[in-house]
């Protein structure tokens, strides 16, 4: 196994793994979005804790779920570049637009986003709401954490497209469907 094949079946581990927690947690999210439905229309009883945790656990399963939704293929592509190539074309492509659009835009995202987590931590910020969560600057790091794990996943793609140009048919990354 070659270094490249090495760090494309790490990346793909830690995106499964944490896309399938990721998938887990989606449960949780319908579990306590029902609570807050039950309590507040059969008991009266409203919770903002419990309402901003459906959310905070809804946007957790979006970001924390990107890298491992673009290891699968399931990311929207454009038809205009993609549709209709072949292997070869496809990888120049994925190549293309990998170093093209989405790493300059996990970089832009990732440190315009620093003075904003940043400040979170250093206050030890909590939810703007009365009775709502502690820790809202946790959330806000997820942030990073999205452009960490699609920025991986995005350079194991490059890797594999890579390895297509090389002739390794076999190792082609998951370009999903025509969408």
Known sequence: MSVMEGFIRVVDTINDLVGKAT?????GTVLVCFAVVVFRYVFSLGFIWLQE??????????????GYTLMK???VRVDIWF?????RGRAWVEIFGTLVFL????IVLAYTSIPFISQS???REVSPQANGLPGYFLLKSVIW???LLVSLQALASMARAILV???????????GGSH
């Open 23 to 27: 998938a887990w947690l989606t449960i």
């Open 53 to 66: 945790l459906y959310v905070w656990q809804h946007a957790v399963v979006f970001m924390m779920g990107a």
């Open 73 to 75: 293929g399931g990311h």
């Open 83 to 87: 549709g209709g190539l072949g292997p």
């Open 103 to 106: 790493l300059p835009w996990m």
């Open 121 to 123: 931590w250093w206050l």
């Open 145 to 147: 954490a999205f452009c």
């Open 165 to 175: 140009l090389k002739g390794r048919t076999d190792m082609h990354p998951a370009w």
